[in-house]
């Protein structure tokens, strides 16, 4: 076990694309950092530096306080689960298992010992005799990790190891994934693609976009305080709405309506001028009729019509159109194309809506429509720079 | 549908009808009296053993076995050991001259053998080389490698990386990832190629003729050429088809033996698939 730091690491390909620029991150001892990104982000790139299987242009890379850089990935002394498994085919399981214990030269007893400990938390005794072969995904998936966490290495890297899961399976073996490493308490580098992976497990999570970290924080601080367009975005399902809106006489302007500013923003605003984004999370819409007075005078109320009404059970989601403009940033045509969404014809902007399920809003009704101004972020288009933070929160942003 | 399987059936038939007829035609052959020989019936009259046992007592075509083989082995050895190393370089590394290595040795591959047969026979008569062992494993390697190289390249791309990546995780030398995961995976490779290589030796003719001239290093197919019959007016053609027979033996063996390994999934549930 040990902590990890990532001093300035820069990664540069020879025909000068800048894979990962200026990387600074502390990993603590025993920590799980998840970093998170669209494809082509970095994530992995960074990962592999860690791991020692691509060089690290510039910077420094420091495990358990030593310089590593140089060192082959054999004498960092960690283990890696990739996406794909990467299972020994022509091995059994226990062979696969014991391969690194083998190489470290530990005697016969010893290995059986550990292979048989470690397959029985993963619970692969009964399969110890096939081959990779012959076992399901899942299966793989928990032979893989039994491989890393065989030998008690300082740190676990792990590759979008769940990507290649069917969805429920995935869900499953996240709490697997999340309950061995509060056990063995290892520092643990997880890569994903995945949102709802990075907010469940990590203790802490890295954004990355275009190579460089937008923000580092513990998974509610992000959703709750994001530092631009960007991280605001990517985090939450379904994500976040955006709308263009403008500033004047005291007052939002936005194609909802007209909103008062209150004292949170106004102090933020004093010197932005021009046009801006605003961003609401679903959850923070209600149906205005199940508002109490008491919470009603904190936001404002428009009306709209109901394209569509998805019932969970727990709650709903109300999608809405909203004519005019759409919001356009550079990070928002990024996320959309991410996401596939980027070519999608539609007039106006989508309006998500998370109502409670004592809602009675249908499909084609005009609703009353509640939004709680305390929770609404503003973002400069220019930059993506969340407007509303305090001065404290805009640490960590890099760009 | 039925009328396409049929075609299909009978031009199948055709083909191996056309290719087995020599084959068969020289087994018959083999097996004929002298007498009997030029009588044009397909299965012999009378069955005789006799050429068998005779080219087996000649020294003549023996020493011409021995010969086959051990150039055949030695040669195939080398070609595949050099070529493994050339292949996976080829398909793991980005090095200069990368390119220039994968043309020349395809250059080789198409060379006309026939245009070196001048050259080599001076250059190694200037050396001392021909009519040696050494004279033949040579020219043998040189068009072996191209094919080692590019059969196992295609194999050792088949390999996911993934694999190697993890080995050097779990803390294998580049040695020893190649040694004990990337090696064992491409052993079907190696011995399809290994056969391959054989062949090509053991059917040799162009260089065995040229490049000898004593049963020190003839191998098989030349020295059928120089086969005798007891006196000048007495035909071969018996002892040739039965040494014939001889010579492709091993290969029918090889293919009958190997096909499985030739086609085979080894590397199937290595990665999610």
């Excluded at chain 1, 010992?113 to 076992?135: C, I």
């Excluded at chain 1, 007052?251 to 949170?264: N, V």
Aim: hydrophobic share 45%; glycine share 8%; net charge negative.
């Amino acid at each position: 076990m040990a902590d990890i730091v990532l001093d300035k690491v820069t990664k540069a390909f020879p025909d000068g694309t800048l894979a990962v620029q200026e990387f600074n991150l502390e990993i603590a001892d025993g920590e799980f950092v998840i970093l998170v990104g669209p494809s082509g982000c970095g994530k992995s790139t960074t990962l592999n530096m860690i791991a020692g299987l691509e060089d690290i242009s510039s910077g420094e890379l420091r495990i358990d306080g030593q310089r590593v850089n140089d060192k082959a990935p054999r004498d960092r002394d960690i283990a890696m689960v990739f996406q794909s498994y990467a299972l020994y085919p022509n091995m059994t399981v226990r062979e696969n298992m014991a391969f690194p214990l083998k190489l470290a030269k530990l005697s016969r007893e010893e290995i059986d010992r550990k292979v048989d400990e470690a397959a029985k938390v993963l619970e692969l005794t009964a399969l110890l005799d096939r081959k990779p072969a012959n076992l399901s995904g899942g299966q793989r998936q928990r032979v893989a990790m039994g491989r890393a966490i065989v030998r008690s290495p300082k740190a676990f890297l792990m590759d979008e190891p769940l990507s290649n899961l069917d969805a429920k399976l995935r869900v499953q073996m996240r709490t697997v994934v999340s309950r061995l490493q509060k056990r063995l308490g290892t520092t643990t580098v997880y890569v994903t693609h995945d949102q709802t992976e990075a907010m469940t497990l990590g203790d802490r999570v890295v954004i990355m976009r275009a190579g460089a970290i937008q923000q580092v924080g513990e998974p509610q601080e992000l959703y709750d305080h994001p530092n631009n367009l960007f991280v605001a975005g990517f985090i939450g399902s379904p994500s976040m709405n955006f709308l263009p809106a403008t500033v004047s006489d005291g007052s939002l302007h936005t194609s909802l309506g007209d909103f008062p500013l209150g004292e949170r923003l106004r102090s933020r605003l004093a010197d932005v001028s021009g046009d801006l984004i605003v961003g609401i999370r679903p959850e923070h819409f209600e149906d205005a009729s199940l508002i109490e007075d008491s919470i009603r005078q904190r936001g404002a109320e428009f009306e709209a019509t109901a394209d569509l009404v998805e019932s969970m059970g727990s709650d709903k989601y109300v999608y809405f159109t909203v004519e005019g403009e759409k919001a356009s940033a550079a990070e928002l045509e990024e996320l959309a194309a991410d996401a596939g969404s980027g070519d999608l014809p539609s007039s106006g902007s989508n309006l998500v809506c998370r109502f409670s399920a004592e809602s009675r809003v249908k499909e084609g009704d005009t609703a009353r429509i509640w939004v709680n101004l305390d929770k609404i972020h503003l973002f400069d288009p220019s930059n993506g720079r969340n407007v509303t933070l305090h001065e404290g929160r805009s640490s960590g942003v890099s760009a | 549908m039925t009328g396409a399987k049929w075609r299909w059936g009978f031009l199948d038939l055709v083909v191996i009808v056309f290719a087995l007829i020599p084959v068969l035609w020289i087994a018959s052959l083999s097996f004929k009296t002298p007498a009997t020989i030029t009588d044009g019936d397909f299965i012999p009259r009378e069955w005789t053993l006799e050429n068998y046992r005779n080219i087996f007592n000649t020294d003549q075509f023996v020493r011409a076995l021995v010969n086959s083989i051990g150039i055949g082995l030695i040669s195939t050895l080398v070609a595949v050991v050099l070529g493994t190393m050339a292949a996976y370089a080829i398909a793991r590394l980005d090095f200069p001259g990368k390119k220039l290595l994968i043309g020349i040795s395809l250059l080789i591959a198409m060379f006309p053998q026939v245009s070196l047969v001048s050259p080599l026979f001076e250059i190694e008569r200037s050396i001392g080389l021909f009519d040696t062992w050494p004279g033949l494993i040579l020219p043998y390697i040189t068009f072996g490698l191209p094919l080692a190289i590019y059969t196992l390249s295609a194999f050792f791309r088949q390999i996911p990386w993934d694999l190697e990546k993890a080995a050097k995780m779990d803390g294998a030398t580049q040695g020893e990832a190649f040694r004990r995961v990337i090696a064992p995976l491409a052993a079907p490779g190696v011995f399809t190629t290994a056969i391959l290589v054989f062949i090509f030796c053991w059917n040799d003719f162009l260089f065995a003729i040229s490049l000898t001239s004593t049963e020190r290093s003839r191998t098989v197919p030349a020295a059928l050429s120089f086969f005798q019959g007891a006196s000048q007016f007495e035909d071969p053609t018996g002892a040739i088809s039965a040494a014939a027979v001889i010579i492709t033996i091993p290969i029918i063996l090889f293919v009958l033996f190997f096909q499985r390994r030739i086609v085979s999934g080894l590397t199937s549930g290595a990665v999610k698939g």
